[in-house]
């Protein structure tokens, strides 16, 4: 007969059902994987070898066929160690077969029959209790898959799995672990001057809104922007889910514990495509999409490779990204809040004469000229960042922080929460179609001075709708119902693009 133990296979954020099918049969000893294994699938034959030797089994003398079905669909990791050593355990009669038809396993074995930790769990875990079945997992990662409420079974080694399911010995139920603190970052109160950048950044956080900075180095800009975490709102309970989802399958969730910080990922400038879209030969996400529902700082924009910035155009644009291979296409989402920083040329002195380079104004149009004027029709807000000067550096700290900001930024939010309900909108950024219209019209006057200004700018229709998204924030966070003139005038002086030679 075969023995049949359910498992699953991750595509993007996506678990899909897998058997593990295995046969002992009649015929030269042997050991065979079928059904698209990759390399690490292929040498689980090995690793269970060596942890059936740890318990004192040895494999029986004949022929053993090992099938993950469909076998079609390539399988990809180590997790498929502890399905594939149950099915040869329940083949050989050491364990019930009945007793693993309800569950789920997912796991990797040690040399010695431990189960260790890999990547995926809480997929697997909301797979299995959406087939109402339980979970088998690693004992280490047994509190990241109570997170979705099924039955879970959490063993640290096979010996202990195996008594457990004969009844022998009862391993205990995973507890929740406590969320993740919040990271302690820097608070708007070591901003000094820079009145229109804080202004943007309350914006950019009461809205969703991309934001780029630009000016001179030592201004304050990287400051600003590791300061924006303080004032965002946390996570929802679905959409820290959501984001935890993201960072199972990347493998970064540690101890199981979910964090209500809304995550902020600052790659270097050096980073390729790959690496901030998602690829490689597994397809892991990028950091594109370890920062969904947060906030994806680019420091010395036009320093990072123009391909590489150009291919964040789609899915800051859709809120998702697809990565495309010859074998499948796997989808990760990406709904994330742009903030950039740059300098104004490459000295970084344009605006002081004393300190700018002889090439001036040349410079900071070779420069600027690094960043596609889609990729920079995308962003929302563009605020130049002047030099603080040393007056500024004495005076005491400001009286408002970033807390007082955070709860101006909450009711902002609220406000979009409650108009947005329903709709699968979460904040003014996302507005389009019939919303934008339905919600952020301005009034005669805004709409008067929006299309003459429209038209004096060139914009596109792009940035035409984002003027109205940045508006209707600036409407939120002044408790106003209607945009009007002065919101749409203030929206667009944060439109005026960095200056060119």
């Known amino acids: 007969m075969v023995a049949v133990v359910a498992t699953v296979a991750y595509l993007g954020l996506e678990a899909r059902s ?13 050991f065979r994987v079928v059904g698209l294994p990759d390399k690490a699938v292929g040498e689980s034959r090995e690793r269970v070898h060596s942890a059936l ?33 149950l099915a040869l355990l329940a083949a050989m009669g050491v364990v019930d ?10 796991g990797e074995l040690a040399l010695d029959g431990r189960i260790i930790a890999s990547p995926g769990v809480l997929l697997a875990a909301l797979h299995a209790g959406g087939s109402e079945r339980g979970l088998i997992c690693p004992a280490a990662q047994g509190t990241e898959a109570s997170w979705a409420g099924t039955a879970v079974i959490a063993a640290p080694d096979l010996i202990s799995l195996l008594n457990h399911l004969k009844g022998t010995q009862a391993l205990p139920p995973p507890k929740l672990a406590e969320p993740e603190p919040p990271p302690r970052g820097p608070d708007l109160k070591q901003v000094k001057g820079q009145e229109v950048a804080r202004r943007a950044l309350e914006i950019a ?17 990287s400051l600003m922007a590791a300061c924006l975490p303080g004032i965002l709102p946390p996570l929802t309970p679905s959409e820290a889910l959501e984001v935890s989802m993201v960072a199972s399958v990347a493998g970064t969730l540690v101890e199981g514990r979910i964090s209500r910080a809304r995550p902020f990922r600052s790659p270097h400038h050096s980073a390729s495509i790959a690496a901030l879209t998602g690829g490689g030969m597994k397809a892991r996400p990028g950091e594109v999409s370890l920062a969904h529902l947060g906030v994806l700082f680019l420091d010395e924009l036009p320093e990072f490779q123009r391909a590489a910035l150009d291919s964040l155009r789609q899915p800051l644009e859709t809120g998702e990204v697809t990565v495309a291979r010859a074998n499948a296409h796997v989808t990760f989402p990406a709904r994330v809040q742009l903030i950039a920083a740059m300098n104004p040329c490459r000295c970084g002195h344009l605006a002081d004469p004393a300190l700018a380079c002889s090439r001036a104004p040349r410079c900071a149009a ?9 990729m920079l029709d995308r962003i929302d807000l563009h605020v130049e960042v002047d030099p603080v000067a040393a007056s500024d550096m004495a005076l005491p700290p400001p009286t408002e922080g970033s807390a007082e900001v955070a709860r101006r930024v909450a009711v902002a939010r609220d406000r979009q929460t409650a108009r947005l309900a329903g709709t699968g909108r979460r904040s003014n950024a996302e507005l389009d179609g019939d919303l934008l219209d339905m919600h952020a ?14 038209t004096a700018m060139r914009l596109s229709a792009r940035g035409y709708t984002r003027i109205l998204r940045v508006a209707r ?5 002044a408790g106003a119902d209607q945009v009007t003139r002065v919101h749409v005038a203030e929206a667009l002086s944060y439109r005026r693009m960095p200056p060119r030679a």
């Not at 897998?18 to 042997?30: D, H, I, N, T």
């Not at 070779?366 to 596609?372: A, C, E, F, P």
């Open 441 to 454: 019209q301005p009034d005669a006057a805004g709409a008067d001075l929006l299309t003459r200004a429209a």
């Open 366 to 374: 070779d420069y600027q000229t690094r960043i596609s004027g889609p």
């Open 97 to 106: 077969r009945e007793g693993l038809a309800d569950q789920v396993a997912v």
């Open 205 to 221: 956080a009461a809205g969703g809104h991309n934001l780029l900075m630009i000016g001179p180095p030592g201004a304050g800009k």
């Open 18 to 30: 897998v058997e593990v099918q295995c046969q002992v049969s009649s015929g030269l000893p042997s």
């Open 53 to 85: 030797a740890a318990m004192g089994l040895s494999l029986p003398p004949k022929r053993i066929t090992v099938n993950l079905s469909p076998a079609d669909l390539p399988k990809e990791g180590s997790h498929y160690d502890l399905p594939i050593a």
């Open 473 to 477: 924030t600036i409407a939120d966070l």
